[in-house]
């Protein structure tokens, strides 16, 4: 130790070598004071070794497992989205949102004893380099999650892949023709599964983007409903979204944490999209503030359309043309696919200009047109899960 009255200049070399040794032993042990992991919030036990967006807790892994699957349990049971013996079909990406709700759908089945019949659907919509790779994801999760696959595809049922409607609109408004399309093919699909329930992995981060999407647009019909967390039309198939109150981050994490086989990679179409500028909008407010999300579904939940609002919107038809159901005469899809089939296709994105394409007078006969809706359809067969 360095002494009041050392003079020697070897001495005074030596202390000051032994205080800055011990000061830096003693910075150090600080260090891996404050660097050591914390116990986990929930169990006590094991070290903490995440941290949960949605709450801010520091957890382990196998309560995250738990609270997260727990949730989406608990979020099933008080909208008493199932019924025992229910054929559920889970749209099928094989991206990182489906994946998880399929794994989640299977292991909740199997745990709380739903009684739950499931199928996996997905939706081809013919985007080379993108859906072909990662449908065979979706076959590989077939075989992992020993569901029965049943595919659907744009050309198949329209007649169009979306490369072929990029190649003739441009990537202005692809995703309005996809997501029209893509909507009426889930219910298709499930059609000829016989099923009673389609669920999807839309997440918490889906559904605030769309409530900021719908007030931005000022679409009070939409708007009204954007939250619900389950829809059924008078034609169509009960849809529902268990991942409602999911974080989208926990959804990776837990896809990440559970090694899932998943396709990551983003549509080659999709960056031009308008939803792209909620998203980044709703990621700068999560920064912020964590509960942006949750805090938006639930202002969403709590509007209430007027109802002299209400008495001025289109009430719900039929297509007279495929069945399907419709504000107007002609679907969407029907409309949007006529657009593409007389080369006009830009010309039915909004009713106002789709009276560019009316002034050319009715439609062919020699016009392809989507199967009628309503026919029977027969329960066709699905490829099993192979067990060689």
Known sequence: MLRRGDSDPETLSVSVQVLTLSLRRSNHCSLVRSMAPASCALCQNAKAILKRPKTGQQICKDCFFYVF????????????????GDRVAIGASGGKDSTVLAYVMKTLNDRYNYALELFLLSIDEGITGYRDDSLETVKRNQQQYDMPLKILSYDELYGWTMDAIVSQIGKKNNCTFCGVFRRQALDRGAATLNVDHIVTGHNADDIAETVLMNIMRGDIARLGRCTMICTQGEDTIKRSKP??????????????????????????????AYRGHARAFLKDLEAARPSAIIDIIHSGEAFEVREEVKATQKAQQTCIRCGYMSSNELCKACTLLEGLE?????????????????ALGPAPDSLRTIPHYR???????VEAPSHS
Request: proline residues 6%.
């Open 342 to 358: 007389r080369g006009m296709a830009n010309s039915v994105i909004t009713d106002r200009a789709r009276k560019k394409i009316n």
């Open 375 to 381: 026919s029977p359809l027969p329960v066709v067969s």
């Open 69 to 84: 699957e727990t949730e989406v349990h608990h979020t099933i049971l008080e909208s008493s989205l199932f019924k025992p």
């Open 243 to 272: 991942f409602k109150y999911a974080y989208e981050k926990e959804i990776v994490m837990y896809a990440y944490f559970k090694k899932l086989d998943y396709f990551s990679t983003e549509c080659i179409y999709s960056p031009d």
